[in-house]
């Protein structure tokens, strides 16, 4: 009897784990872009400054990061992970400059795992021509520090570091980084800077960090961008 009883309480247990509801995974401060299959992550430097421990955090998979390689002036790091990638980011050979607004994709790693229509999702996003900064329209909301911006074709043309909310009366420039502090009013066109794929080559060249670049392009005409944005990105969590 018993036995019996064990055995019974043993099955209920096991249903019940069944049954559970799966952990949470926790949210991401900003996002990262692999850049290689050794787990190499480029995000914005200031989503990672000040930080004492750093995470990198892909599909409920959370792991320690560090610092590899910091570039101030353009508000640029590449953090060091245990995390292997199934995919790493393509940049082009040269980015020419085009006096036209282009559709491009780019969103925040938490946003990108709760976007409900990601399989079909293109573009989000238009560049801004004119700027002496790499900048665009879109509506990306904090934690989105450190995102891949997307051409049409796939290849990483910019990686977003701040946003200006461009509305009467407002000038001001902000952190797209979640622990930054500063909330963002809600609605209003917003205007986005991003550090250009040209600058960043030259960065993670200077401090020999393995990156891959095309002429090719990754996706077909008719694929969407979100899915690809999502496998190459990656949570940063920055414990203060």
């Known amino acids: 009897m018993l036995a019996r009883r064990a055995v019974l309480a043993g099955l209920l247990c096991a249903a019940s784990a069944l049954h ?12 990262g872009i692999f850049l290689n299959m050794e787990g190499d992550v480029l995000t914005a430097r200031h989503a990672v400054d000040g930080c004492r421990r750093l995470y990198a955090l892909k599909d409920g998979r959370v792991a320690p ?3 590899r390689a910091t570039a101030r002036d353009m508000d640029a790091a590449v953090l060091k ?3 292997k990638p199934i995919l790493a980011a393509t940049f082009p050979v040269e980015t020419p400059a085009s006096a036209l607004a282009v559709p491009v994709f ?3 790693y938490s946003a990108l795992q709760a976007m409900p229509d990601r399989a079909r999702a293109m573009f989000n996003a238009v560049t801004v021509p004119g700027r002496e900064r790499f900048s665009m329209m879109s509506p ?5 520090s450190g995102s891949a911006v997307l051409g049409a074709d796939g290849r990483v043309l910019a990686m977003v570091v701040e946003r200006a909310v461009v509305s009467p009366g407002a000038g001001d420039v902000r952190s797209l980084s979640r622990h930054a502090g500063r909330r963002l009013p809600a609605g209003g066109a917003t205007e986005v800077a991003a550090v ?11 401090n020999f960090v393995g990156f891959d670049e095309s002429e090719h392009a990754q996706l077909g005409h008719d694929q969407p961008g979100a899915p690809r944005a999502a496998t190459l990105s990656a949570g940063v969590i920055c414990e203060k």
């Open 20 to 31: 559970a509801s799966p952990p949470q995974e926790p949210e991401a401060h900003a996002t």
């Open 196 to 206: 250009p794929a040209q600058a960043i080559k030259t960065f993670l060249r200077e």
């Open 140 to 144: 990306v909301r904090p934690g989105a």
């Open 65 to 67: 990061a560090w610092v």
């Open 81 to 83: 992970t245990g995390l």
């Open 106 to 108: 780019a969103e925040g």
